[in-house]
């Protein structure tokens, strides 16, 4: 005996229900894997006392008693401390495009950077 076609089986509602919840789930979910993170500029997160991801240019003016940490200047003149985690320690000078994220311990902003490169490849005493 045929099964009559025009009957759905109650098993298709069920499975495109939890197929449609599952693409709402990792689209929309604070942890999603499929959503980007917007960084803000260092400068504004700076000025707001924001903590956040941050990307911006810096000056490496100093270092500090921890050996990955180093103290910088952005672009605007505010004063923070920097920790190059894994990355090797910049020279004083030298200025740097990095991001990260933006803390403020102690009411002191401190950036943990995950990206830096050296656009310029000069220090600020030869200009």
């Known amino acids: 005996m045929a099964k009559d076609p025009r009957i759905i089986d109650k098993r298709i509602p069920l499975v495109m229900a939890l197929l449609i919840g599952l693409f709402c789930y990792y689209t929309w979910a604070p942890n999603s894997p499929f959503k980007q993170i ?27 008693n921890n050996q990955q940490e180093v103290l910088a200047k952005s672009a605007e003149g505010n004063l923070l ?11 004083i000078g030298s200025f740097w495009q990095v991001k990260g994220m933006l803390s403020w311990p102690e009411n002191a ?16 005493d030869s200009q």
């Open 38 to 64: 917007e960084s803000l500029s260092l400068e504004h997160a700076l000025a707001h006392q924001q903590s956040a991801l941050v990307e911006g240019d810096i000056l490496v003016i100093g270092t500090t």
């Open 81 to 91: 401390t920097i920790n190059f985690n894994q990355q090797p320690t910049p020279t």
């Open 109 to 124: 902003p401190l950036l943990k950077v995950s990206q830096a490169s050296n656009p310029t490849k000069q220090s600020a």
